[in-house]
């Protein structure tokens, strides 16, 4: 694995050889009380500068949780297409033990394509627990094609933030563990309300998107604590 390393404004950079290519992390650190690493990729359409993962890396680091946003090969060679799920695994295996590198408990994450990543790999890599932002229940339309059985077998604590207008897979939804659970068991689900795929929220709604992105910020701070 090689790894170099270099310093932005925006965070520190890092380069990361896999077996499937060139992968890039940007750390925004939590300082010396850091409890754990949360390590978030991105989805399938977009990169690191979906305004979800932004508002994770500008808020969690002031309460003691290092942020690491993933970029996967594909998305780093400037391709528009993302590789089969396969590829994607092999690319978010092949950077791990950089996440795992500063010693603490990594959360693994992801939105949409990136948290189905984060819940097939979990429990083989030892992940601490998921998060999983717009997870994509379903094609849109295709409720029948259900993807439950990835988000359920991710055998560790694991919070969904969802959108609930998202065409993805409505809150309403999702497996009862999950709809039942929304405080308490390893299994929560926190709604942005009027929020899509991505927690656009419509013009008209009561919230704005600096609302709707308080609403996953807080809730992601209100489950770590429950992590250990």
């Not at 270099?6 to 409890?35: D, F, L, M, P």
């Not at 394509?113 to 097939?120: L, Q, T």
């Not at 689900?189 to 009561?206: I, M, Q, S, T």
């Amino acid at each position: 694995m090689h790894v170099t390393e270099n310093s932005e404004t925006a965070g520190t950079v890092q380069t990361v050889g896999t077996g499937v290519g060139t992968a890039r992390i940007t750390w925004y650190r939590g300082g010396e009380k850091a409890r754990l690493v949360l390590a978030v990729g991105h989805g399938a359409g977009g990169g690191i500068e979906a305004c979800d993962l932004r508002a994770l890396a500008a808020e969690l680091p002031a309460h003691g949780v290092t942020v690491a946003l993933v970029e996967q090969p594909w998305r780093v060679a400037g391709k528009k297409l993302a590789p089969a799920p396969k590829t994607l695994d092999a690319g978010w295996r092949g950077l791990w033990p950089a996440l795992t590198a500063p010693g603490l408990p990594v959360v693994a994450g992801g939105r949409s394509a990136g948290a189905r990543v984060a819940c097939r790999t979990a429990a083989e890599l030892g992940a601490h627990a998921v998060l999983a932002l717009g997870f994509p229940l379903h094609p849109p339309g295709r409720p029948e094609k259900s993807r439950a059985g990835e988000l359920l077998g991710a055998g560790v604590p694991t919070l969904v933030v969802q959108g609930g207008n998202d065409p993805f897979g409505r809150p309403e939804e999702f497996p009862p563990e999950f709809r039942h659970g929304t405080t308490r068991g390893p299994y929560r689900l926190v709604e942005v309300p009027y929020g899509d795929h991505g927690f656009a929220v419509p013009k008209r709604a009561p919230i704005d998107r600096e609302g709707a992105l308080a609403i996953l910020t807080d809730g992601v701070l209100e489950w770590v604590p429950s992590l250990g």
